[in-house]
């Protein structure tokens, strides 16, 4: 099983994925944009977006555990590429489209911003999270908002992933 963390910037995916997966006794998979972008010092162009969904796809295929915690998935570059630069790449689109996930949890930016070097729009997460709420509508992926306090989130998602383990 795979189990996706999603959402806009700083708003607990890798706290939640990283404590989930410790939980449930799961392989945890980090952003691969975080390492990609950390040697690249930040600093990234549009064409770069391929490369880091190309790498971000790679770890969500792996099948070498039977469950599996993603700290990202392909959504968030989709997003990202079509909010920071009104364009998607056909690569992208193709790798969202493929990849399989069993449930995605979108978490809420109702959490305090928490800055970081690599993080760029503090003042949009509300707008970024309406966008990745309509796009796992309309993907029709399963999914489950998490939000509240971090014990709220833990509770929430090992309720909804104890009941597909099922």
Partial sequence: MKIA???P???GKTTLAKEIAKKINAQYYPEFSREYLTKRKGIYTKENLD??????FELINQNDYDLQVYDTEMLVIQIWSEFKYNTCSKTISE???KQEIDHFFL?????PYEEDPLR????QRDELFEI???KLKNHKVPFTIVKGTHSERMEKSLEIILNLLK
């Fill in 5 to 7: 963390f999603t959402g």
């Fill in 9 to 11: 910037e700083s708003s």
């Fill in 51 to 56: 490369e880091i969904a190309l790498g971000q």
């Fill in 95 to 97: 790798l969202t489209e």
């Fill in 107 to 111: 978490c809420s930016p109702d959490i």
């Fill in 120 to 123: 760029e729009c503090p003042e």
């Fill in 132 to 134: 990745y709420l309509n």
